[in-house]
């Protein structure tokens, strides 16, 4: 077999082609919902409705949403520039701890210097963490896969010890969690008695901003130049190692703000379950958008879906909640497999 | 602590290969792939999939080879998704290794919940014995820890030697050593490319996954949901480290089984002016220094993360 590529590809297959992809994994997955013994259409039935049915459903549906816009965003930048940045779970964590240590009482600013000033420290904390990897990356050739992914684990471990020694909250019946951040750190929520917070809004507005840096600068046009041929922009003269830096920073950053999202918007507090692997669902997430950053909303909100809804569809049917995770899994690879025949035709001999 | 005193301690040692097995066994069947060209991120997933998958077999009323076997069934499986994605269609590496990952970590717990729902307390097998060679095992000192081992170690070490002969004394280990440093030129010898990259794939996917069987069905006699615990990415440093040689590798995955053996000893002793974390880290830490070292000499197969087309250039 051979792959031969397409000519002048229509819009309407761009668009049906990640369609029909989720499709093909639900329908995989439907498979392991007939084994567990239950109704494939009462389980998507229920799914739907476990997170799209009611205010409170939609609610939950969108909290989960915010924290995989920033983590989707930061997947998105960094694969355009081919920089695989796997580390966005640590990079998650390093903006959370910077927050929870400014946020319970390092510094004192009344709530609307607060939040800002906590999301941009804790970004800058996020892009800090990538930005070593990236420079063993550009000026020593190490793969900056492993050293983001192996980073993840360290700096768990030092989450793991903040929580359990030096941070750990005094009043919280001995359960490793840090202090609470301060009133003036919480955002607001959206809605009332919902637990929907302002992070929505400011990923919201993430996405847009790093949609123009990506379309409309010159910043962007370099990005995506590197990404798409690094020889050629190096031959061109493009500054491709500063690019590659600035990048990094932009990404670790908007999943540090993934962080202070967490911290400050949901929990409160610093716990080593802050995050259930919201680094490694990004991934999905931008490749489902295609890297593409306005997209990287709705695949954020798709990927939500999913794992609300399942959580609540397992519930009711007793089936497993890990096949939220399954159907994640099986959507990436099938979209990475639809956007392939997109571009290629697949000739058998 | 006082760590001259720990290097003379048996205990030190046989914990250091008991956790250098799992390691050897990842490390190898890593290996193997990236020395056909492909890279395969999908080993943290594969060697939980073995893991569960090893462990069933045997709850279920099989043997412990039996175990095995299936455990290296399931891996070649998931070697061969892997294979049709990277080889066959030439999609990112990268991206693909992460999606089996995702898929057969969950996919494991989920098939593990689906068989067992009920399991409050994970459920337990009876697990390898260790053999005594004959006589050896009777020397003090050495003899207990280098001559009284896990079949399952026994087996790594086997398949270590196998790995270095196939690779460089037998022609299918010279194809596959071609079709990662220069695919083109062993086309043109007549190597299928696209199938000595997808036995390797699968050969080594199913060596990773019986890495993991080795945590359920010698180490432990239980299966946990997250047991694989980032060893896999641990073998993908390790590979690196080892310059992709079979040898080093097992060198490498006794330093690193090493400090995972000190870090356990110092976590039981109470008052320790260094937070265990520490200890923990040190295998990450050493990963990543391992790998920028290892890196500059660039000695990695030179078709690493190519697709191969036909009759591209």
């Known amino acids: ?349 | 602590m006082d760590l001259t005193a720990l290097l003379f301690e048996s205990g030190f040692w046989i914990a250091t290969i008991r956790m250098a097995t799992p390691l050897l066994f990842g490390t190898l069947g890593e290996l193997i792939c990236e020395r056909a060209g492909v890279l395969n991120l999908g080993i943290e997933g594969i060697m939980a999939a073995g893991c569960m998958s090893g462990w069933m077999w045997v709850y279920q009323g099989g043997t412990l080879w039996g175990g095995v076997v299936f455990a290296a069934f399931i891996g070649a499986l998931f070697g061969l998704i892997h294979a049709l994605f990277t080889v066959y269609l030439g999609l990112s590496q990268h991206v693909t290794g992460i999606g089996i990952t995702m898929l057969a970590s969950s996919l494991s717990s989920f098939v593990f919940r689906m068989l067992l729902p009920e399991a409050t307390t994970p459920p337990k097998i009876i697990p390898f014995e260790a053999v005594d060679i004959p006589f050896l095992s009777d020397i003090p000192g050495i003899g207990p820890i280098l001559f009284s081992l896990s079949p399952m170690t026994l087996l790594a070490l086997t398949v270590l030697g196998v790995v270095w002969y196939g690779l460089y004394r037998t022609p299918a280990g010279l194809a596959l050593r071609m079709v990662g440093e220069n695919p083109m030129a062993a086309e043109s010898q007549g190597v299928d490319v696209f199938l000595i990259r997808t036995l390797a794939v699968m050969t080594g996917s199913a060596l990773m996954a019986v890495g993991g069987a080795y945590l359920t069905l010698s180490a432990f006699d239980a299966f946990y949901i997250g047991m694989i615990n980032g060893r896999g990415w641990i073998c993908i440093a390790l590979v690196v480290f080892a310059s992709w040689k079979p040898g080093k590798a097992l060198l490498g995955a006794l330093f690193f089984a090493g400090f995972d053996a000190i870090q356990m000893r110092v976590q039981q002793q109470s008052i320790s002016l260094i937070p265990y974390q520490v200890y923990l880290m040190m295998p990450y830490v050493f990963s990543i220094i391992a790998l920028v070292i290892m890196s500059r000499k660039a000695s990695y197969p030179k078709a690493l993360l190519v697709p191969f087309r036909k009759g591209e250039r």
């Open chain 1, 1 to 349: 077999m051979r792959l031969e590529p397409r000519q002048n590809v229509s819009l309407t297959r761009k668009l049906l082609a990640p369609l029909m992809a989720v499709f093909i994994a639900l329908a995989l997955c439907s498979l392991l919902i007939v084994w567990a013994g239950a109704s494939p259409f009462t389980a998507f039935y229920l799914l739907i409705k476990g997170a799209l049915g009611s205010t409170f459903a939609l609610s939950e549906t969108l909290t989960r949403t915010t924290p995989l816009i920033f983590t989707g965003l930061a997947a998105a930048v960094a694969f355009r520039a081919k920089l695989w940045n796997i580390g966005g779970e640590g990079q998650l964590y390093a903006g959370a701890c910077l927050a929870t240590w400014l946020g319970t009482g390092a510094i004192d600013l009344p709530a609307p210097v607060m939040i800002p000033f906590l999301f941009l420290s804790g970004g800058l904390a996020g892009g800090l963490l990538l930005l070593l990897p990236t420079l063993l990356k550009t000026h020593l050739k190490a793969d900056e896969v492993v050293t983001t992914l192996l980073l993840n684990f360290i700096v768990l471990l030092v989450v793991n010890w903040l929580v359990f020694g030096p941070w750990k909250d005094p009043m919280a019946m001995g359960w490793p969690q840090a202090n609470p951040v301060v009133d003036a750190a919480i955002l607001p929520t959206l809605l009332p008695k919902m637990r929907i917070h302002l992070g929505l809004i400011i990923a919201l507005v993430c996405a847009l901003g790093t949609w123009v840096l990506m379309r409309a600068t010159v910043w962007g046009f370099d990005i995506r130049a590197v990404g798409a041929n690094l020889k050629a922009s190096t031959f061109a003269g493009l500054p491709v190692t500063s690019t590659i830096i600035r990048t990094a920073i932009i990404s670790g950053g908007l999943a540090g703000c993934a962080g202070v999202s967490e911290l400050c918007g949901l929990r409160g507090y610093l716990t080593i379950d802050l995050s259930p692997g919201f680094g490694y669902s990004g991934i999905v997430v931008a490749m489902l958008a295609a890297l593409n950053p306005l997209g990287v909303i709705l695949a954020a909100f798709f990927v939500a879906v999913i794992q609300i809804g399942a959580d609540s569809m397992s519930r009711a049917l007793n089936i497993s909640t890990y096949i939220a995770d399954v159907t994640t899994a099986l959507s990436l690879l099938a979209v990475i497999v639809s956007m392939l025949l997109v571009r290629y035709r697949i000739r058998w001999r």
